[in-house]
C-alpha cells in the first residue's frame, strides 16, 4: 500500500459522515425526552404514593375503531342483545387509557397503560342507527406498568400525560365539591353552639 493510499484511509477514517452524525444527534436528543418522560412518570407516582392518592383513575387517550371479522356467532350475540329494537349490526373498538390504579403484585397504586377491546351493538332506533350505551363486550387486552412499556409505546403515550394530571386534578375537585356540599346540607342550624 502506497503512503498516499494509506493517507487517504486515515483521512476517510477521521472524516465524519454528517448524516451519522445527524442521526446521533437526533437519537441522543430522543433518548433525553425519554429520560425526561421516565423522570417525570417516576415522580409523579412517588408524589401521589406519599400522600397516598388512592383515588382510582382512567383518562382514555385514544379510541381506534377496528374492522369487524364476519363472525355468524358474534352477530347472533349482538342481535339477540339488540331485542326489543332491530339489529343493525355492532360496532368494536380498542381503547387505551392511561390508568392510576393499584397495582396487584405490590399493592400500591402506579400509573399503567390499558387497552381494552370492547363491541357495542347497533339498533335501528326510529329510523337512526344508534350505539347501545354499555358494551356487550369490554375484554382486556393489555395492561402493564407506564415506566415498563417499550420506548416506542412510552414515547406514543407520554404526551397525554400532561392531560392525564389534568383531568384527575379536576375529578378530584369535583370529589371534593361534593363531599363538601354533603356536609353543608347535613348541617343543623337549629342545634345552639
Known sequence: MSVTQKTNQSITKNQTDPALEELVSEAHTLFKALDAASTKIRDLEKRLGEIKAHFPFSYRVCKEDILNPLDADRAEMHK???????????????????????DDKSKNFRLFLISRRQEF?????????????????????????????????????????????????????????????????????????
Not at 339477540?80 to 393499584?102: D, M, Q, T, V
Not at 332506533?125 to 382486556?140: A, M, N, T, Y
Not at 392525564?164 to 342545634?191: G, P, V
Open 121 to 193: 351493538t347497533v339498533v335501528d332506533f326510529e329510523g337512526d342507527p344508534s350505539e347501545c350505551r354499555s358494551p356487550l363486550v369490554d375484554e382486556l387486552v393489555f395492561k402493564k406498568l407506564l415506566i415498563e412499556t417499550d420506548l416506542a409505546t412510552r414515547l406514543k403515550f407520554i404526551e397525554h400525560l400532561h392531560f392525564f394530571i389534568q383531568k384527575f386534578k379536576e375529578h378530584l375537585q369535583r370529589y371534593r365539591i361534593s363531599i363538601e356540599e354533603k356536609q353543608i346540607d347535613s348541617f343543623d342550624d337549629t342545634i345552639p353552639f
Open 80 to 102: 339477540r342483545h339488540a331485542e326489543p329494537y332491530s339489529y343493525f349490526g355492532y360496532n368494536s373498538y380498542l381503547e387505551s387509557n392511561i390508568a392510576w390504579e393499584e
